[in-house]
Structure formats: structure tokens, C-alpha cells
């Protein structure tokens, strides 16, 4: 049986864990500090809560955790790498530029553990489905396999450390960035009267356009404060594009606005705008 360690447990952690635990993988994480929902939610996923030195003993760590805590948490586990006799295999699943990717990359080589860079795109798998997908990359893939077998939808990526992240910031570039151009301009046309117009338009000219938004303004609103450190990866990956690092700079500032307003009037307006497009 197989021992994989998932930090941590949250929406896209705990669900993993559970897909990997039903096909027969013990899985370890720390739950030190957590909130009784987040640890009642790792338990029904089947976790184990362990001491943080314990997850040395573990075949294969998955790191899923916001981007901002990333590097932090390489830095944390490392000494705890380099003195296991038997080395973890330490999957870096998070929405990292390829820099900041290769630079936890340096700081697990260095405690002389294998690293496999992983991008995780889609929602968190639910029963009966195959997703997310899992790309993977790097110099030795071998260990994937295991998490291929327990039923994670692995798909290699070809290039070392860095392309599989390179992925991940270009769709989410693209899937994210379209909601925040949508947020941005809905709200524009509300402000000058034209909301309403818009909608029409939209719904004659680009009816595909206007399913999609009324399925994505609302669902974004949750998951902003999530988003904007995912923007200023984006905006980082995209440095030597001065044009598309100010496009991704704003995006991220968009969503930390609208996370900020939670309930406030924008929101209520995306809401408005998602819930007319819904209505035959």
C-alpha cells in the first residue's frame, strides 16, 4: 500500500486524497492548527493526521496549497527530506510561474529528493468523474505511475521542471483571464447604463459568450481571494511581456477587489447580469 502525504487539506486536497484513499493509499497530512470543518472534511477524506516530521515516511508528498505558501513550505520540509534515509518523492501541484517553480525544484533537490512538477487543471474530482486532469513534468516521472494506478488522471508533459507549470499559467491565463475581462467589462457597461444593452448584444451576437459568463461571474465570486495570487504568478511567468504582465497585474487587482466586496454592489450587479442570462 502506497503512503502519500497531501498538504494540505483543503477543497482540491482533501478531494485527491479521497480519490487516492478509496484506491487503497494511506494518506498522511497535518492538522495542526486547523479548523474543526477543515479537519471533520480531511477525516471523511480519509487522512491521517501525523506530526509534520512524519512526512518523510511517506512515498510521495503532494503540495496543494495557495501559491503564496508554496516556496514556504518546500523551505519547511526540507531539512526533514535531507535527513530521511528513504527520500519522498515531493509533487509540487501548485499554480506557480516556472521561475518561482524551479526555485522550490532547487530548494527539494537540495535535500536530495526526487521533484516532479505537477499542474492540476479542472475541479476537485468527484465520484464518477476522471478529472481534474494532472500534467506532470520533469527529469524522472516514474512515480506518477502510482498516482496514475490510484486513479488521478496523469498526463505527462514533455520539457523538465517548468512545463507543466508553463500549462498551468497559459490556460488558467486564458480561462481566468477571460472571467476577469467579463467581470471588468459587465461592470463598465453597468456603470454607463448599458448593462442591459450589453446583455442583448451578447445574447443576439455571442450566445456561447453569454452561457458561459452566466455560469462563471457568480461561481468566481467564492474563489477570488484564491485568484489573485494565481493572477500575479501569471502576470510574473509573462515578465519579459511588458503588455501582458500589466494585463494579468490588473486582472489580479480586479479580483482582489471584488473579494474584498464579498457581498457588496459589484458583486450584486455580476450576480444580476449571470442570473438574466440563465432566464429563457
Known amino acids: 500500500m502506497a503512503t502519500i502525504a497531501v498538504i494540505a487539506p483543503g477543497a482540491m486536497g482533501s478531494a485527491i486524497a479521497a480519490r487516492l484513499h478509496g484506491?487503497?493509499?494511506r494518506i498522511l497530512t497535518v492538522l495542526a492548527g486547523r479548523s474543526a470543518a477543515t479537519i471533520a472534511r480531511a477525516q471523511e477524506s480519509g487522512m491521517e493526521g501525523v506530526e509534520e516530521t512524519a512526512l518523510a515516511e511517506a512515498d510521495l508528498i503532494l503540495s496543494i496549497v495557495p501559491p503564496a505558501e508554496a516556496a514556504n513550505l518546500a523551505i519547511r520540509l526540507s531539512p526533514l527530506l535531507a535527513?530521511?534515509?528513504?527520500?519522498?518523492?515531493?509533487?509540487?501541484?501548485?499554480a506557480l510561474n516556472v521561475l518561482t517553480k524551479r526555485g522550490?525544484?532547487?530548494?527539494?533537490?537540495q535535500a536530495g529528493a526526487p521533484f516532479i512538477d505537477a499542474a492540476i487543471i479542472g475541479a476537485p474530482p468527484k465520484s464518477g468523474e476522471r478529472g481534474p486532469r494532472f500534467y506532470v513534468s520533469g527529469d524522472n516521472l516514474s512515480a506518477s505511475v502510482a498516482l496514475r494506478e490510484m486513479g488521478l488522471d496523469v498526463r505527462p508533459v514533455e520539457g523538465g521542471v517548468g512545463a507543466a507549470s508553463a500549462l498551468k499559467m497559459s490556460y488558467a491565463g486564458i480561462n481566468k483571464g477571460l472571467t476577469a475581462l467579463a467581470a471588468v467589462m459587465v461592470l463598465a457597461a453597468g456603470r454607463a447604463g448599458a448593462a442591459h444593452a450589453l446583455y442583448?448584444?451578447?445574447?443576439?451576437?455571442?450566445p456561447e459568450l453569454l452561457a458561459r459568463f452566466s455560469r462563471?461571474?457568480?461561481d468566481m465570486?467564492?474563489?477570488?481571494?484564491?485568484?489573485?495570487a494565481e493572477m500575479d504568478e501569471i502576470a510574473s511567468f509573462l515578465e519579459s511581456d511588458d503588455g501582458g504582465r500589466l494585463m494579468f497585474?490588473?486582472?489580479g487587482r480586479v479580483y482582489e477587489r471584488l473579494s474584498a466586496e464579498c457581498d457588496g454592489d459589484e458583486v450584486g450587479q455580476l450576480k444580476a447580469f449571470a442570473a438574466a442570462a440563465e432566464r429563457p
Do not use: F, Q, T
Request: charged content about 20%; proline content about 7%; overall charge negative.
Open 23 to 25: 484506491n487503497g493509499a
Open 83 to 94: 535527513a530521511a534515509v528513504r527520500k519522498p518523492v515531493y509533487v509540487d501541484c501548485n
Open 104 to 109: 522550490v525544484a532547487a530548494v527539494i533537490g
Open 200 to 206: 442583448a448584444e451578447l445574447a443576439e451576437s455571442e
Open 216 to 218: 462563471v461571474l457568480p
Open 221 to 228: 465570486v467564492p474563489k477570488a481571494y484564491r485568484w489573485v
Open 249 to 251: 497585474d490588473g486582472a
